[in-house]
């Protein structure tokens, strides 16, 4: 996949306000601090697309992003919806505040009907958090696809980071039958960002085409 355009949409504070669901879209949701803006900016080859902040909670309401791609170099083009959510997890967020995400988020993610997969941010630095698994827990329970995405593998030693991925799709496997795809990135390396792409790609022709098998 080659990104052609990747630019700003539109803001909503609630799933009601979100644009028009005409489009596969695919969110990306983690822990405060987790390292999302740096890996949208990476897919998308646009480091001021997303705007990165050194203040945990800064994300506070749905934010499309606006994409068009093709899988050649002059290929057909094809649009989709990439969405910053806000990050959870945030200690200093003020209990109404939590609230508001908690309805935010169970709104979209139970709502958007166009909505193909949720990207859930792991900090790949860090053994098992039980926020974490139960995020992903609770997507399970409202039965929204989703894949891990473990984040800053560049900021600690491969062995570390190697452990910690184990570690957590162990907790997962013990609750779960079937584990999720899974990726190992670095905003800094580019790391995983093929397979991310890949992943959207085909996932962006069963939207369009869902009586055809993906072109290999």
């Known amino acids: 996949m080659q990104i052609k355009k990747a630019e700003y949409f539109v803001t909503s504070p609630e799933v009601a306000k979100c644009p028009k669901p005409d489009r596969p879209e695919y969110a990306f949701i983690g822990r405060s601090n987790v390292g999302k803006s740096s890996l949208i900016n990476m897919l998308c080859n ?5 705007k990165t902040s050194g203040q945990p909670g800064k994300t506070q309401n749905i934010n499309h992003f606006n994409i068009e791609s093709t899988q050649k170099e002059k290929g057909p083009v094809t649009k989709w919806y990439l969405v910053d959510l806000p990050g959870y997890g945030y200690a200093k967020r003020a209990q109404s505040d939590r609230n508001r995400w908690e309805q935010m988020i169970d709104g979209y993610m139970r709502k958007r009907e166009n909505l193909t997969m949720v990207f859930v ?7 098992p958090q039980q926020n974490d698994l139960d995020f992903v827990n609770q997507l399970g329970k409202w039965e929204v696809p989703f894949s891990i995405v473990f984040t800053k593998a560049d900021k600690e030693k491969p062995g570390a980071v190697q ?4 570690e957590f799709l162990d907790a997962m496997r013990e ?4 584990l999720p795809a899974s990726f190992v990135t670095s905003a800094i390396k580019k790391d995983g960002r093929d397979e991310i792409l890949q992943l959207i790609s085909e996932s962006n022709h069963n939207f369009y085409h869902p009586n055809e098998e993906a072109a290999v």
């Open 46 to 50: 646009n480091q001021k697309l997303a």
């Open 121 to 127: 941010l792991i900090d790949a630095r860090h053994e």
């Open 163 to 166: 452990r910690h991925v184990k």
């Open 175 to 178: 609750t779960w039958q079937f």
